[in-house]
């Protein structure tokens, strides 16, 4: 049984770089090859057995101007940019546009 946070398989569980930031580990979200399937690795490099959902979010530029942007939110309340980075949550989500992405 998959439980949040269950490590990865030790062929697959190494220390990826990419999550260290500014001095410090952080969670980041990395999508699968050409597929729209996405994972969350963990800081500790453990990856999330959990659901991530994709979210469209409403962002404003710096000229003030609003555009609509995904977001991924994991079932236990991250959230994270369409680049995969760590972030608030959102003010404004789209209630109806809420999709599961397969993992």
Known sequence: MNT???P???STRTVIESNHMG???IDRIYQLGVTEAVELINKDSTRYRGKIHRRRI???NTEGENFFASAYESADGR???NCGMPMKKPADIMKNLEEE???
Request: aromatic content about 16%.
């Open 101 to 103: 992405l397969p993992t």
């Open 8 to 10: 990865a398989p030790a």
């Open 58 to 60: 409403t962002v404003q």
């Open 4 to 6: 949040t946070n269950t």
């Open 79 to 81: 959230w994270f940019d």
């Open 23 to 25: 001095g410090r580990w």
